[in-house]
């Protein structure tokens, strides 16, 4: 969602050694990989020939009534902005980043610019169509549900300030620290909850399971204090789609449609996707292995819809963008809250540090070219949306395409309409503090995400992902950053932040008691310091050579086994028992990597989402037997097999064998990898 878990997970186990043979796994149909569509089919909608046997939809769709103002031609945006934005994105499609996507720019109240680029289907080569293809916008949906406790907020019958368990029936929030976890936590993702991943969702026909129970059976723990640090939680946003339930008497999504939907006229918006299926849904896309085409995945069905289950269209969220941008002062149509309600829900609450951005009720906000944005991002399987408002101009974008999230795509997307909407030439640098050079030493280290599932082995994510910071002379920051792919240089400000002026990010340190920085923050992104076993860098090279040691065993052994039959060399000095127990624990140990790597490349994790699959279950269990097969081997190790040259020899090789898949079973303690800890949640 915020963080496109499928990024995090296929750089897991993302060993040096052999992470670039693998490939994603292809989908159980054997669906080839689609070329993405040539440079004349790919948008804007009203300027595309259609020629593959099928009517174009109309350039411009009448609008139903009770829906936004569109712009009328006079309005019509200047040749500048339209063809920036139609450059942008076709060159997305046409570039092979997105197979396709649907933008709506507003500015000054009125929706100015509005269409659809490349194919919502490749496969067919339909079109996309800004107002009837229905695309999923992930963490976009958590805008909706933030609303509508908003609503309730208003009304008087929800307490920001108030404890949550003041509202739940079925279930309690557990009281591990003194503070209560509040509304206002669950809005602003400073409700400490721990990270999960495992069956956060189903496949598509899955026998239905309420809100109430989902939340209830999947609850992580509160592993952090609240109001004390950002950590994005699908779970809390979630949690507070139930309180909407429970307090409102209406099912949420009966409620969304009663009181967002319908009042501004969203026709084609749904949470989930309605039975029966309507049709203009856009495909869900991932890359193939080698970056040149996409190949389809599928719709799923979230069992935290409140999060992240919105389905809609471009023309939709021009509706909600313009009810937000209007802040309740117009009198001339439906509005979703008052002007006071509006301000409040789109004013700063939380950052992790002074001078970096934070969160809204529900919205993200920060400052980029000199102004000061509310918005959020979205991804999920085969999506990525972003949706960004200034509303001192009552301008904003709303930007979706049918593919997974990548960092290059979704980069080109901000930054270019950013410099479209709301330019500004030069980002000021302010000159350091004279201690920055000293702060800047003191930063030196590596960092996990603070919002990582600390419970079971998807921690390893988070751990693929860990950044490294270094200090440059001047009091300047490197900071490695995996999803970008390369380093980047944080200058000191005058404020004791550091910015990159760049991507415009902001970066800052948190002390300990000791006065050693314990977190790291890249604006909302929060990082743990890590040291020791906690450091994934280390495993990488460790278990690489656990990988090495398993290979030189079972070619060594299963060598010696065809000499001796084969051409009549001596016996070997290892007994059957010893050597068969081995054989069987380097097997194991050298399957089961290899078989989590293939099931963490896969561009769609749906053993991990949609599970734990059985599959993966079977999977987990392998430590647990190559830790039965361990306990003779120590004895081995240590008894040894003779005292001639050979058997000591012999004995000295079982050892480091040993210890290898000693090493593996320390690994799989120490990220959760194994069938407890599943078993335990």
Known sequence: MHHSLRLALALALGLSAWSSAAQPAEPGFGAP?????????????????????????????????????EASPAASPPPDIRSFVDGIF??????????????????????????????ADLRTRTPVDPDTTRFRVASVSKLFTATAVMQLVEQGALDLNADVNTYLTAFRIGGDFPEPVTIANLLTHTAGFDDRYLGMAAPMGAPPETLTRHLEHAMPPRVLPPSSVIAYSNYGIALAGQIVETVSGQEFNAYIKAKIFDPIGMNASSFGIPYPQPPGMATPYFRTGGGSGFRPGEYDVSRIAPAGDLLTTAGDMAKF?????????????????????????????????????????????????????????????????????????????????????????????????FDALWPSPVVAVASPPPDAETRARALEGTYIHVRRARADFTVMGA??????????PGGSLSVTVPSVGRDLTFLPQADGTWL??????????????????????????????????????AWTVALSMVIAICVMTLWGWANGFLSRHLFGEPQAVITFGPRITGFMAAGLVLATLISMLALLSDGAPFAILHGPSPMLMVLLTVPVIVGVLAIPMIVWSVTGFGAGPRARLAQSGYIVLTLAVLTFLAFCVQWGFHIFAVLAN
């Open 500 to 537: 990159n002026p760049d991507l415009q990010w902001k970066a800052a340190g948190r002390a300990a008691a000791a006065g050693t920085p314990q977190r790291f923050f890249i604006d909302s992104s929060a990082y743990d310091r890590v040291t020791g076993l906690s450091v994934w860098a």
């Open 90 to 119: 076709r060159g997305l499609v046409a570039g092979g980043q997105v197979p396709g996507a649907a933008i709506v720019v507003i500015q000054d109240g009125v929706v100015t610019h509005k269409a659809g680029y490349g194919f």
């Open 321 to 417: 963008m313009l009810a937000h941008l209007d802040e309740g002062a117009s009198s001339d149509g439906p509005t979703l809250l008052g002007q006071p309600t509006f301000q409040q829900m789109h004013a700063r609450h939380f950052a992790n540090a002074d001078g970096l951005d934070g969160w809204a009720y529900g919205f993200a906000t920060g400052t980029r070219n000199g102004i000061t944005w509310i918005g959020h991002d979205g991804s999920w399987n085969g999506f990525c949306a972003q949706l960004v408002l200034h509303p001192e101009t009552r301008s904003g974008y709303f930007a979706v395409y049918n593919a997974e999230c990548s960092f290059a795509a979704s980069q080109a997307i901000r930054a270019g309409l």
């Open 33 to 69: 990989a689609l070329e993405p569509p040539p440079l004349e089919e790919s948008g804007p909608l009203e300027k595309k020939r259609v020629t593959f046997g099928t009517d174009p939809a109309p350039a411009t769709a009448p609008e139903p009534q009770g829906t936004a103002p």
């Open 463 to 472: 751990a693929s992902t860990e950044i490294s910071v270094k200090a440059l």
